[in-house]
């Protein structure tokens, strides 16, 4: 197989022999998953709500079906069409943001999601990912005119994006996104006092919601007193792992999926955890581990600035989105609705999450050809109107 793909010059064949593999292997590991925790989180979840047993199996399939193809498809195309797809999907997806301040589902008091058939579109979930690229290609103008201001409108995208989550609100993804932007500034060489007056804001922004948002403050509460407010859900998670183990209880023979609310969605950790033990659990920190660590091993042998600014953001928002789901489940930080990629029930989230690795598989696939930084803003309109 090795060396036929060596001397397979298809499409195909250049691709395989070119992606990273590793991460990509790594990722329907993490899509396998997913099936196998919805095939035990779900069922109790759909019959608790009177819903059909197999409701979200069958969703989800679909949803990990189209994931899979989206990370494929993704990952075959060009730098330059990633970043096209960024711009204009950007475009959309900030439009559609703005639109569920008007015609959004409201869901325990926020406006995030919009509705579909079938689903339920949460648009900032896809602008995560075509922000962290479109920022990516910004920053690097600098260094091919100083006439363009690539680092104003940088700014300026991130404050109306800021400005958008705030109203819906959606501090968790508020959060990730200004995560995903100051480590795209340190990878771009912004000096380092203004990446930590950066961070300060950040902190003074989260002081600032404790005191603004209601919810957010239940939660910091909850999380630093823990004999106040209701803690069901997360004690009832820690008893999971405590009754899990080192290998589990078995598949099938967890009792959390049929206490929690979320054990298909936020919890779903939780539920490895029950039925699959301390082993299966680190194994899934592993293979998230991987793919984080993998990628920015890559990016140290990259010299194209954008990839390299725009990858470290992609791989930054997913390994955050990691971290706060687990991290969350052991109560390790404040409780957040945040999704655990490929694993936890969701469409808009497994799609958007296999936007971002198929965007990191294209970007850091050994192609040929002129690095986008040393295009100018005019250059690359040129050679988009001509493809």
Known sequence: MAGSSRTDDSPFGRWWRNVDRTTLICTFILIGFGYILMLAASPAVAVRIGASRNMFIFKQVMFLGIAGVIVVGISMLSRKAVLRLSIIGGMLMLGATALTLVHG??????????ALPMMSLQPSEFLKPCFAV??????????VSRYFPGMLIAFALYGLIMLLLKSQPDIGMLTVITAVFLVQLFVDGLNLI????GFGCMIA????AFFIFPHVRSRVERFMHPGVGDHYQIDTALRAFGNGGLLGRGP???????????????????VAGEEY??????LIICVFGVIVVRTLLRLIREDDPFVVIATSGLVTGFGLQAFVNMASSLHLIPTKGMTLPFISYGGSSAMSVALAIGMVLALTRQQQGRSLA???????????RSA
Request: proline share 2%.
């Open 105 to 114: 589902i409201e869901i325990k008091g926020a406006r995030r999601w919009i």
């Open 134 to 143: 479109v920022t990516g290609w910004l920053l690097t103008q600098r260094r």
């Open 194 to 197: 203004l990446v930590a007056f």
């Open 205 to 208: 922004a989260g002081i600032a």
């Open 252 to 270: 099938g023979e967890g009792r959390v999926k049929d206490l929690l609310p979320d054990a298909h969605a936020d919890f779903v950790f939780a």
């Open 277 to 282: 033990g301390l082993v299966v659990c680190m």
């Open 374 to 384: 040393g295009n100018s803003f005019v250059t690359t309109l040129r050679q988009w």
